[in-house]
Nanobody, 125 residues
Framework: EVQLQASGGGLVQAGGSLRLSCAAS????????IAWFRQGPGKEREEISC????????WYADSVKGRFTISSDNAKNTVYLQMNSLKPEEAAVYYC??????????????????WGQGTQVTVSS
């Protein structure tokens, strides 16, 4: 069974940092690109970053470029999202997802095979 577990959320002041983790089981990151999404109250789900171990592709939404860094530790089957200079409007539930095999980080509109449960990030002003 393909499973993802997101963790690392919490409360941080505006301008602070958090590191999120996405632990995978049932597959390896060589087979699936892993993307991070977030959804704040009253907002639509937004893709913010993606990593594809098979070819090294990395993608960031314009809103987080220069502040967020995605990385992977394939030995631990874990993807990380380092979030710096967090803004109050970025308070949201953050989800990781495994894209369907054959879809890369730049194939926006592709399908998702598995979602993590999400981890809450709260940013105080």
């Amino acid at each position: 069974e393909v499973q993802l577990q997101a963790s690392g959320g919490g409360l941080v002041q505006a301008g602070g940092s958090l590191r999120l983790s996405c632990a995978a089981s049932g597959f390896t990151f060589d087979d699936h690109a892993i993307a991070w999404f977030r959804q704040g109250p009253g907002k639509e789900r937004e893709e913010i970053s993606c990593i594809q171990s098979s070819d090294g592709s990395i993608w960031y939404a314009d809103s987080v470029k220069g502040r967020f860094t995605i990385s992977s530790d394939n030995a631990k089957n874990t993807v990380y999202l380092q979030m710096n200079s967090l803004k109050p409007e970025e308070a949201a539930v953050y989800y990781c997802a495994a894209l369907s095999e054959g879809y890369g980080c730049y194939d926006h509109g592709g399908t998702v095979d598995a979602w993590g449960q999400g981890t809450q990030v709260t940013v105080s002003s």
